[in-house]
């Protein structure tokens, strides 16, 4: 025998109205009270009671008839429940037999039940055609299914070099950073192939059972972008080099240039330069002159109160006396050997063997390598992490020291983990509610008819934070991965730190009062902390 729910039906006498209870077979799903409830509530019948209903449901192993209420009403047709899925993509129906006398469904009463609720598309006529001859009742059928949507895929390209060759600085068997092995450029022969385009792949829409159109996320688009000495194939799907060169990406622009060599000093000789491509400078930049360079800038000798100004990297293979007036900008690294009374601001990341008196940014991280590194005074602000073997001094040297974090993030997320504890208290306490009239119901205790409306908000109650707790988790969680992304700013000290640093991250202030070794600084609850390195 195949497996039925257990159902119930109306019989409507001259003395009153009668529910036939029918058992589940073959492991079917039990007639439960709440389901009588609501069908008793549609149908406008109250005076019934509900204790000994529930106690005969409790135990109902054999079909049986019970008198519900001595009033008598009119027959009852077929009903139907229809609930639609909270991504409205699929919809159910629950049908309740008639009572005596009572119509059955056709096809054109179920298709009205559907289109009453609001259901415009995916009915499934097949179930609509077996309902309304052969109908299943108290058993929940799939009878409508939206369209899902079908998601594209974003546009990508790949680049056929190396687009991050800035490596990081050698460091020798003496623990000195070796800055003069260094190869900030890529070469590219004429006719190589540097960018490959893969076009996107648009998405189809779908619809939900309501007729409502659901499109698929936004795909992104690409096209290849460059500079001059690249042509494209004809289809714009493939870029190849010019001439022999170097190559490089900035943002999402393919540059190929030739690189432009001072044989010794920049000064009154060569004044100025300003240049397309990379510059590479064999001797040293005097106090006075500048550089720009839409590429790279690779200086061999010294840098003193100039001006550099990359739109990739600066390598200086030894470093830069500012006398205060010196300036080094980078939209990508800086790698120099020491800084010493300048401004330094870099897109990524700052590599220095010591820096002293300086101003130094950096749009992911400063690092401070070498055996002897150092910090002492001036200010220091990195996005991510700022790694310095010694800062500051026994003099007490001012030294200024500032990570970054979205408060904003952090505030949703406290809010979010405050309405998360209270909806559990709620739930909680619903719970409590429907446990303890439940147990009343299986002690044949009577619950009043005032009471009912109580038991029904509370699981509605429930019911609905409990979504809204799921909701909660996912928001909480995806919060907590932008905290982790933009509040992992840390300040780590393998040796030693001095009083006078002062570290700001966010807004929570640390002042260093002590001397401490091998440690790390970083935000946690708000507040910074001292941690191991």
Do not use: W
């Not at 990508?156 to 900030?184: A, C, M, W």
């Amino acid at each position: 025998m195949a497996k039925r729910n257990g159902f119930f039906r109306l019989q409507i006498e001259e003395d009153g109205v009668y529910i036939q209870l029918n058992p589940p077979i073959e492991g079917g799903d039990a007639i439960t009270i709440s389901d009588v409830m609501d069908y008793l509530n549609a149908v406008k019948i109250s005076d019934y009671d509900i204790n000994a209903l529930n106690r005969i449901l409790s135990n109902l192993q054999e079909p049986i008839t019970v008198k519900l209420t001595d009033s008598v009403c009119s027959a009852i047709h077929e009903r139907a429940k229809v609930q639609i899925a909270a991504d409205r993509m699929s919809a159910t129906i629950r049908l309740y037999p008639p009572s005596n006398q009572g119509k059955l469904f056709n096809k054109k009463d179920i298709l009205e039940e559907l289109t009453h609720v609001g259901i415009k598309f995916g009915v499934i006529d097949r179930i609509v055609d077996v309902l309304a001859t052969t109908p299943l009742f108290c058993h929940d059928v799939v009878i409508a299914k939206g369209k899902p949507v079908k998601e594209g895929t974003d546009a990508r390209i790949e680049y056929h070099f190396d687009t991050q060759p800035l490596s990081k600085p050698k460091l020798n068997e003496d623990g000195t950073v070796d800055f003069h092995q260094l190869n900030i450029f890529t070469k590219v022969e004429k006719d190589q192939l540097l960018a490959t385009l893969i076009p996107e792949v648009p998405g189809e829409e779908g619809m939900d059972v309501l007729g409502n159109r659901v499109v698929p996320h936004k795909i992104r688009k690409a096209v290849l972008k460059c500079g001059k000495n690249i042509r494209m194939s004809d289809d714009r799907l493939q870029m190849f080099s010019e001439v022999d060169g170097d190559v490089k990406l900035e943002g999402d622009t393919v540059f190929v240039s030739d690189s432009y060599t001072v044989a010794a000093d920049v000064d009154t000789s060569t004044g100025d330069i300003i240049y397309e491509g990379n510059v590479i400078v064999n001797g040293n930049v005097r106090t006075g002159f500048s550089i720009r360079a839409k590429g790279d800038i690779q200086v061999k000798g010294v840098v003193e109160g100039a001006n550099l100004y990359a739109g990739g990297n600066i390598v200086l293979s030894r470093g830069i006396q500012g006398m205060n007036r010196g300036r080094l900008e980078a939209k990508g690294d800086i790698i120099t050997k020491f800084i010493e009374s300048a401004n330094v601001k870099a897109g990524g990341n700052v590599r220095s063997g010591s820096i002293l008196h300086s101003n130094v940014e950096a749009g992911d991280t400063i690092l401070c390598e070498g055996k002897k590194s150092f910090v002492i005074g001036g200010n220091l602000n990195a996005l991510n992490l700022i790694d310095v073997k010694t800062m500051g001094n026994q003099m007490g040297t001012i030294t200024n020291v500032k990570l970054g974090v979205d408060l904003s993030v952090l505030e949703q997320l406290r809010a979010m983990e405050q309405e998360f504890e209270k909806n559990t208290e709620t739930i909680d306490k619903c719970t409590q509610i429907l446990v303890l009239f439940k147990k009343r119901l299986e002690s044949g205790q009577k619950i009043p008819p005032d009471k009912v409306a109580v038991i029904q908000a509370a699981g509605n109650d429930k019911r609905r934070l409990e979504e809204r707790q799921e909701e909660l988790k996912q928001l909480i969680e995806t919060s907590k991965e932008q905290i982790e992304a933009n509040a992992r700013g840390r300040l780590r000290i393998s040796d030693m730190i001095y009083p006078g640093v002062r570290i700001l991250i966010a807004n929570s202030m640390y002042v260093v009062k002590d001397e401490l070794k091998y440690c790390q600084f970083l935000l946690k609850n708000g507040e910074i902390v001292v941690d191991s390195y």
